[in-house]
């Protein structure tokens, strides 16, 4: 209806005073209605009720076959008792009547179109039908009918207002009776093509400002107005087209009327209300009011009768989007509830539209998981039950989106499996949907994000590469993905409004072997180094490209208070677990143990005390096999130059045996580091620097001994710290990292006679000051 200004009367009188109803509610009489009884064999007069649908059992879900089909990414328009009208969304809309007997269809020509419970369909030429100039009316009973066409420019101010069954409803706007711009609602034969208006209540004139739309079903109107007078007010108006009688719903300045339905028994509305919102039923011809809480939907959500009972539900976006108020990817379902017993039920996952249909019934565009998408009749039953829900025509389109046979999804990757990147696929029951696939370490929580638009193709498939490095990924860097368990996620959105977003997981593991200096777990090495005022920081590496340099690929901050310790040093694995653990004296010479994670974000767990005593120790050195067993192992110097060997048992509690003596005349190095299997012996080898800055290699035997000592070099006395790091650049042979307030790498060679390569200079700690490197 149009906007305008204007005063409430009726006969005269006001209806706020004298009501004899709560809350300021009244019933009067007016009637508005434009019927249509056609003549001349151009429309035929339809019965005035239509044949319900078959009656079935009380389950709220028949199980049922549609052969019918109805279009994709359409709604529904109207429905008669042989077929329905469709309309598509989005750009130049396509009106398609199709009938339930063969399925067969028509398009039909017109900007906008309208249905109302019966087999007839008005079009128009405009794209809204309350604008429309030139109305056709069909009969889609006899298709081969000429329709009827109206001439809205040569009949008056009249505008298209609803059908209800084969009575169509004209509004028009006139002033009279000091009303600017008053909306009167009149009624008229067609006869011979020609509509003669009359008014089926002389001289009611109903002032309304601001009318929000009408819900029809055969033989009534149900009008929604904003009174003229007190524009904060709204009224409902009941019409009943056969009697010409209706009744007023006033509500009062506390009180907001939404929308609304009507039946053959009922009139209900949603009603905000300053204490909250809910829904307002009234049985027909009967002025008590019945009052039905419902904070959980929102006053302006859809609201339909079917009989006794109440259809309602949260409209999906026509996007498939989520409504604001609702949590991501969800909308409430479509339900019915009893008048009489409030009992309510799910019938519909979700819904886009609905209208009235012949017999009461209520033909509703939406989808179950158990029959998927299409068109829905909700049929009222003769002894009052729940009303019976039927498919009676089907898109083919599943409702909720799921994984099908054909999709490949690896359970376990090992890190040799990810070098050149991993390919994945799953197949969908539904081609259009948009899709989001996130990738996730589980432990940190980090994620990969990849999407696509909705497609035509069905079924889907999403077919993916992931190129096998870390979802957490610092600007412009990347590293290998860390070991542990990932999370796929597939995020499937329907683009039709009516399938709810879909979320389909599934989980991997990947797989490294244990590396003395890999605290993330991504496969590549890391150094630690503690900063001047005792923070303890992560640094991880990666390779600039294999048997060349490495460079900084991220840090973290593992904590503070580091500062209490003498002694520092990664000791491999000794604990057990896959990640290599940290050593730390303090002061008075207790040594603990910290154990690690594989979590880039808190590499170390809380520290365990191993024992005292471990101050007689000038020099240890961690993470290297030395026995040949698997485990990693511990040396340490006294300060008597005496070598000691303490064999990894693997046990967090206990995690060396008794000592070992290995030999005596170490007191002549200053720096000793255990760097795994450098020089291709059987076991971990050891390097110490004398106090000249000669560097010597000790061989492994794999017994706990080393071979006698072999010359690498001199020149090494300006480096603070020696740590062993593995393989940090991606060649297969073990590192050295050496330290003085910068980095330089020494690329291994697995050659005992010639062990280390050139150095080369890289910053692996960003420019944090740091006095331990280990």
Not at 494 to 501: A, T
């Amino acid at each position: 209806m149009r906007t305008g200004t204007g005063s409430f009367a009726i006969h005269g009188k006001n209806p706020y005073v004298n009501h004899p109803y709560p809350r300021g509610r009244r019933l009067a009489a007016v009637a508005v209605t434009l019927v249509l009884a056609a003549t001349g064999g151009a429309l035929t007069a339809l019965p005035a009720t239509a044949a319900p649908a078959p009656a079935g059992p009380g389950a709220a879900q028949e199980d049922q076959q549609a052969p019918v089909v109805f279009p994709r990414n359409a709604d529904i328009v109207g429905a008669g008792p042989s077929g329905f009208l469709s309309q598509t969304r989005g750009g130049t809309p396509e009106f398609r009547w199709t009938w339930y007997a063969d399925g067969s269809s028509v398009v039909l020509e017109g900007a906008s179109a309208a249905g109302g419970g019966s087999d007839l369909v008005v079009t128009g030429d405009r794209g809204l039908m309350t604008v429309s100039s030139l109305l056709r009316v069909y009969d889609m009973s006899k298709p081969a009918a000429t329709p009827v066409e109206i001439d809205f420019d040569a009949l008056g101010d009249y505008s298209f207002a609803g059908l209800a069954g084969d009575t169509l409803l004209l509004e028009r706007y006139e002033n009279g009776s000091g009303v600017q711009y008053a909306t009167t609602l009149d009624a008229a034969t067609l006869a011979g093509g020609t509509p003669t208006i009359r008014k089926l209540v002389g001289g009611v004139q109903i002032d309304c400002q601001d009318g929000d739309g009408v819900w029809t079903v055969e033989g009534s109107a149900l009008y929604d107005c904003r009174l003229g007078d007190a524009p904060q007010m709204r009224s409902k108006i009941l019409v009943d087209l056969a009697s010409g009688t209706d009744s007023w719903y006033v509500q009062s300045n506390d009180e907001w009327a939404f929308d609304g339905s009507v039946s053959a028994t009922h009139v209900a509305w949603r009603e905000g209300r300053l204490g909250g919102d809910g829904i307002v039923v009234h049985r027909r011809g009967e002025a008590r009011e019945q009052w039905i809480p419902d904070a959980e939907a929102k006053v302006t959500d859809p609201l339909y009768l079917v009989g006794g009972w109440i259809a309602s539900g949260q409209k999906a976006h026509i996007d498939g989007s989520a409504p604001a108020d609702a949590p991501a990817g969800t909308v409430r379902p479509f339900t019915l509830q009893s008048i009489e017993t409030r009992e309510k039920t799910a019938v519909l996952t979700a819904f886009s539209s609905a209208v009235a249909g012949p017999g009461g019934s209520l033909l509703v565009r939406g989808g179950t998981p158990e029959h998927g998408e299409g068109l829905y009749r909700i049929s009222p039953r003769a002894d009052g039950g729940r009303p019976t829900v039927e498919l009676v025509a089907s898109t083919g389109q599943a409702t909720l989106p799921t994984l099908t046979s054909g999709s490949t999804v690896p359970k376990t990757l090992s890190g040799d499996q990810l070098a050149g990147g991993v390919d994945f696929s799953w197949n969908l029951s539904r081609g259009d949907a948009a899709v989001r696939v996130a990738l996730k370490h589980v432990r940190s929580g980090q994620s990969l994000v990849q999407e696509w638009p909705a497609g035509a193709a069905d079924p889907r498939r999403i077919d993916w590469h992931w190129d096998g490095k870390d979802p957490e990924r610092p600007a412009g860097m990347s590293s290998p993905a860390r070991a542990g368990e990932y999370e796929w996620e597939i995020t499937a959105t329907p683009d039709d409004g009516i399938g709810v977003r879909q979320r389909l997981s599934g989980r991997f593991t990947v797989t490294r072997p244990p590396a003395p200096h890999d605290f993330d777990g991504d496969g590549t090495a890391d150094l630690l180094v503690r900063e001047v005022n005792g923070d303890l920081w992560e640094f991880g590496t990666r390779p600039v490209a294999p048997g060349g340099s490495v460079e900084l690929v991220s840090g973290t901050r593992v904590g503070g208070g580091w500062q209490s310790y003498d002694r520092l040093e990664a000791a491999a694995n000794i604990a057990g677990t896959t990640a290599p653990d940290v050593l730390a004296r303090d002061g008075s010479g207790v040594l603990w143990l910290y154990q690690g994670t594989g979590d880039r974000d808190e590499p170390l767990s809380g520290r365990t005390r191993i024992g005292g005593g471990w101050q007689t120790y000038d020099r240890i050195a961690a993470g290297s096999d030395v026995t040949g067993d698997g485990r990693a192992d511990v040396v340490a110097t006294d300060k008597a130059g005496v070598l000691w060997l303490y064999p990894g048992t693997g046990n967090a509690t206990t995690p060396f045996s008794a000592r070992k003596r290995v030999g005596s005349g170490w007191g002549v190095y200053n720096e000793i580091a255990a760097v795994g299997n450098l020089a291709g012996g059987p076991a971990g080898d050891l390097l110490a620097r004398d106090r000249t800055g000669v560097l010597w290699l000790y061989l492994g035997k794999g017994d706990g001994t080393f071979a006698a000592r072999t010359r690498i070099g001199a020149g090494w006395g300006g480096f603070k710290d020696l740590v062993g790091v593995g393989d940090a650049n991606g060649d297969g042979r073990a590192d050295l990292i050496a330290s003085s307030g910068g980095t330089t790498l020494y690329a291994g060679t697995g050659d005992w006679k010639a062990p280390l390569k050139g150095g080369v200079k890289t910053d692996l700690t960003s420019g944090v000051p740091y006095n331990t490197a280990f």
